[in-house]
């Protein structure tokens, strides 16, 4: 497999409109990547990769990220068999975020919690302000306790 | 108008599966917030928000962000005219994203360099990992220099 090489950001003019892949990494070494479903077109979730993480997602076409919890480089689906099979990935202006539209396999969920996505839930805006979440997922689509066992909880508080 | 209170993250439980907005802004005071073209579910920018912009976002119903190159709060389309009208709000499992699915007035166009989306660029997967990136959109949407004058690019290398 060649390996991807990411290029210098030598100008402002060559990172917006070049044509070559020079992505920006934060202080922790990391960029973050919309996930959405290629065919709903339903964001499932934010992710974070590191350098190696976005080259192995580019080069295998399957999604990979780095859990800043585990601080370990993760292939998405391989203990829960939610693998997220690349269709297109996009990044934006300044090349210091990527947008990938997926197809995942299986129950077609991504979320830990067990929801097709991690944004289940709407947040009141306006009149409606400062009132309660609302789920907009009435049922898991799969069993986060089938799915993980008892591996650790990614959310930290 | 009424203030939004962020309640505190008390439980993991509380925090994924509870009512109340619990937002986790980084260690720069920000939360990441994915925006999305409310009618053709097309990503049109990561923006990144500090808790007055996450108020001013739910209160108004219009997007406001932290411009991190600009340090500063950034009503957007304040200098365009491009303002985004939230049609959803929606926040992730551990609150600590979020998503808008938003109208974008005039043009419909969010990105500054003048494309209707900031992911104006494919990034070639699989077999052609590696090649060069290819432009999604073929003509700007609006002209970046009359909308935004000499303001500075606020892309940083």
New interface residues.
């Given amino acids: 497999m060649?390996?991807?090489?990411f290029h210098p950001?030598?100008?402002?003019e060559d990172?917006?409109?070049?044509?070559?892949?020079a992505p920006k990494f934060d202080d922790a070494g990391l960029i973050?990547c919309?996930t959405?479903d290629a065919d709903?077109?339903?964001?499932l979730?934010?992710g974070w990769m590191n350098a190696e993480a976005l080259r192995l997602?580019?080069?295998?076409?399957e999604a990979h990220y780095f859990s800043r919890s585990r601080r370990n480089l993760w292939h998405k689906g391989t203990t829960s068999g939610l693998v997220q099979r690349?269709v297109?990935?996009?990044?934006?202006?300044?090349q210091d975020?990527?947008?990938l539209r997926v197809a995942v396999a299986g129950s077609g969920a991504s979320?830990?919690?067990g929801?097709r996505s991690?944004?289940?839930?709407?947040?009141?805006?306006?009149e409606k302000?400062?009132g309660?979440?609302?789920f907009?997922e009435s049922t898991r689509t799969f069993d986060p306790v089938a799915a993980y066992g008892d591996a650790p909880?990614?959310?930290?508080?």
């Avoid at 297109?88 to 300044?94: L, M, N, P, Q």
């Avoid at 909880?153 to 508080?157: A, G």
């Fill in positions: 060649n390996r991807i090489a950001r030598r100008t402002v990172v917006e409109e070049g044509r070559l892949l973050p919309i959405s709903s077109g339903e964001v979730m934010l997602t580019l080069e295998t076409g690349v297109e990935a996009r990044i934006d202006d300044d975020a990527i947008w979320c830990h919690v929801y991690c944004f289940y839930r709407a947040v009141p805006t306006g302000a400062g309660a979440l609302a907009t909880n990614p959310t930290q508080l």
